[in-house]
């Protein structure tokens, strides 16, 4: 185990190294000149030359890259174009913003998944099995961002505006704009509040794969035949299911946290943007527009890694909580 | 005579109608439904169909589509239901047993019905849709209508009719969809089997780079190309091909692993086939079952991946339609013209069931340990 968790953590290293200079690459050599973006007019040649040198855009590239990696390995991700401040402080007020909203959405979507997937496998070809489907499948082909726009409009602003809902739920920001006034308790339903519709939207595809996988995990897991002797011992259907069944159609689902990580990221990218939550995906995003390179290539680097880390995560948890699985 | 004329005469008159009779409704409704359609059109749109045949190069492909729409249902059911056709061989190849397990899974087929009328769809637009998807009506008085008899969707914040940009859109999330798909799996097929049947080094460092671009959160990298070049339809054609074969290399990869061990690859190295005969011949072919499946569902991926590149700005530019496009037009005015943003997005959604809906009818059509 010991000796299969060093190989993993060794070939993940040239994997992020690759990573790297993908990142650095793909941004570096794309047409056009960042300086260009953050100049006034006005500003002298000399003054443009100077930012050049600045933003470190006047070597080579080949160097710069080596630079780059050099500084990135020491921790230092340069300095934000547009936010004028290191880039690590950029991430460290945005990425908390950004596991928030995750892990919100990651522990509603297995929730739901595994619960639904397992109530369509129990029942393999009923009514409800071929309901749930359709419907599950109908979620799992649907676009995060036009998902989060219809929430807004039903769960906003109709249930507010139009059809005057005692409940309806903020479509924007972490919190509202009073929250500093409120009691403490106040202050907890108002960031529960304003994480509903986000979580949700993000939660809803990746809720709607999980079944899916579920339902199949579990579906292999029933025709086991210590399921059957379990049965055949006269011990209830509930016993069955939860007791023998679940705890071992869970098990290949660990790795679907590997699978997922990407599919969540991409999400908030669209969801964080709608919301107006100010997380990674948003930073990301400006920052690409905006052509702050130091900030895309931190911002990018970092996803990917969680998710080199994420399946690094799941394979051993796999191998833990499963001693069949052995590696050699 | 023979036992059969009746329906015969009936796919004559009206095709598909044999089939349907038969119970075969797939095929049947498939056969009905565009004769069906492509009449309504010639009908109610015959002065648009003959101007339409000295017009645009996109107004003359959906003359042409009308017109071989129209013959080949009725000759397809035609001989189909003639009593002189050959009784139906009945195959037991691979791929006989697929089609017939396929066509017993109802909401499969009809999933490949609706891809079928939605490729009608984006061919015949130019005769279909009610106005020019660009043509702005009076800005003072026709932006945001509501639904009405005269814009059944709509209109948007240029008072274009929502409908007609609808059914323009089409094209482009199909084109786009079905053009990246086949780029990345012929990529994906090709490194996969490469990388699987070579093994070594060769394998080795493939399967690296197909872990790197995996381990990317994908919309990132796409929107950071397409930012930083000029968004246009074959840039995102192409970045899309080229980021999206990973998958499919794994697969195959995995698929030649096993068959490269099977007799008939041994026999082929025995009797010493050239690689690339081997590969191309012998191994990919018979990986091509999981490939299918994979296409279809990356077809939906991809519809909504381009969608949501729309959507940022970064996709198709305008005036161009585009659903995801039209989504962002709605974003601002969700509460006073809902309809703008809920038509394409529920487009989207239906175009992308379908294509998973006929993914999962084929992976349990082509999976034989799943077939009973």
């Not at chain 1, 710069?64 to 934000?80: H, I, P, Q």
């Not at chain 2, 026709?142 to 009405?148: C, D, I, P």
């Not at chain 2, 995995?254 to 026999?267: D, I, K, T, Y």
Request: charged share 15%.
């Amino acid at each position: 185990m010991t000796k299969y968790l060093v190989r993993r953590l060794l070939g993940a290293i040239p994997l992020i190294l690759g990573i790297a200079t993908i990142v650095f690459f793909a941004v570096n050599l794309a047409p056009g000149d960042p300086t260009l973006y953050y100049i006034s007019p006005g500003m002298t040649q000399e003054v443009v030359e100077q930012m050049r040198v600045n933003f470190g855009l006047d070597e080579p590239v080949h160097i710069r890259y080596v630079k780059w990696l050099g500084a990135m390995l020491t921790g230092d991700f340069g300095y934000s174009f547009s936010h004028s401040r290191p880039v690590l402080d950029v991430l460290a007020d945005f990425l908390p913003n950004t596991l928030i909203l995750s892990a919100c959405a990651l522990t509603v979507a297995f929730l739901f998944g595994i619960v639904l997937g397992t109530l369509q496998a129990i029942r393999q070809y009923s009514f409800r099995d071929s309901a749930l489907s359709v419907v599950l499948l109908f979620f799992y082909s649907m676009p995060s961002f036009w998902l989060a726009l219809m929430l807004i409009l039903t769960f906003s602003l109709f249930a507010r505006n139009v059809w005057e809902w005692p409940i309806w739920f903020p479509a924007s920001g972490m919190m509202s704009t009073d929250y500093e006034f409120l009691s403490f308790g106040a202050k907890v339903r108002d960031r529960l509040a304003h994480l509903v519709l986000p979580t949700t939207s993000l939660a809803c595809v990746l809720t709607a794969g999980i079944a899916r996988y579920m339902r199949g995990s579990m579906l292999e897991v029933i025709r086991q035949d210590y399921v059957r002797t379990a049965r055949a011992k006269g011990l209830s259907e509930r016993v069955v299911v939860f007791k023998h069944a679940l705890r071992n159609a869970l098990l290949p689902i660990i790795t679907l946290l590997g699978l997922f990580i990407p599919v969540l990221f991409s999400g908030t990218i669209f969801i964080e943007t709608i919301f107006a939550w100010p997380g990674m995906g948003r930073t990301i995003y400006e920052a690409i527009l905006t052509r702050d390179y130091p900030v895309v290539m931190a911002g990018s680097f970092f996803f990917a890694t969680m998710v080199v880390v994420a399946n690094l995560l799941a394979d051993v948890l796999y191998a833990w909580v499963d001693p069949r699985i052995r590696y050699e | 005579m023979s036992e059969a004329p009746r329906p015969r005469a009936l796919g004559g008159l009206l095709p598909g109608l044999p089939q349907l009779l038969a119970g075969r409704w797939g095929s049947g409704g498939t056969a009905l439904l565009v004769w069906v359609g492509c009449l309504w059109i010639l009908v109610t749109r015959f002065g648009r169909v003959t101007a339409a045949f000295a017009g645009a190069w996109d107004e003359r492909v959906a003359v042409g589509t009308l017109l071989t729409g129209l013959t080949v249902a009725w000759a397809w059911s035609w001989r189909d239901a003639s009593p002189g056709a050959l009784p139906k061989q009945v195959g037991v190849s691979q791929w006989d047993l697929a089609l017939r397990a396929f066509s017993r899974n109802r909401t499969a087929v009809a999933g490949l019905m609706v891809i079928v009328a939605l490729y009608m769809v984006a061919l015949l637009t130019p005769l279909l849709a009610p106005l020019d998807p660009n043509f702005q009506g009076a800005l003072l008085t026709e932006r945001y209508v509501g639904l009405s008899g005269a814009h059944p969707l709509g209109t948007d914040q240029f008072a274009r009719d929502v409908l007609s940009r609808l059914l323009y859109g089409a094209r482009i999330s199909l084109l786009i969809g079905f053009v990246s798909v086949g780029i990345s799996v012929t990529i994906g097929t090709l490194v996969g089997a490469i990388a699987g049947f070579l093994g070594g080094w060769v394998d080795g460092v493939l399967m690296r780079v197909v872990d790197i671009v995996i381990s990317f959160p994908q919309l990132v990298l796409l929107i950071t190309i397409i930012a930083f070049f000029e968004p246009s339809i074959f840039l995102i054609v192409a970045v899309l091909g080229l980021t999206l074969w990973p998958n499919t290399a794994r697969v195959v990869r995995g698929e030649v692993l096993s068959l490269r061990e099977r007799e008939f690859v041994q026999a082929a190295i025995a009797l010493g086939y050239s690689k690339r005969r081997i590969i191309l011949r012998h191994l990919i072919p018979n990986a091509l079952a999981p490939v299918i499946v994979a296409a279809t569902l990356g077809i939906g991926q991809t519809i909504v991946l381009e969608a949501g590149l729309s959507f940022l700005g970064l996709g198709v530019q305008p005036p161009t339609p585009s659903w995801g496009t039209m989504v962002a037009d709605g974003r601002n005015v969700l509460l006073n013209a809902w309809w703008l943003s809920t038509f394409p997005g529920l487009a989207i959604v239906f175009t992308v069931l379908s294509f998973n809906l006929v993914g999962d009818g084929l992976r349990d059509a082509l999976d034989p340990r799943l077939r009973t």
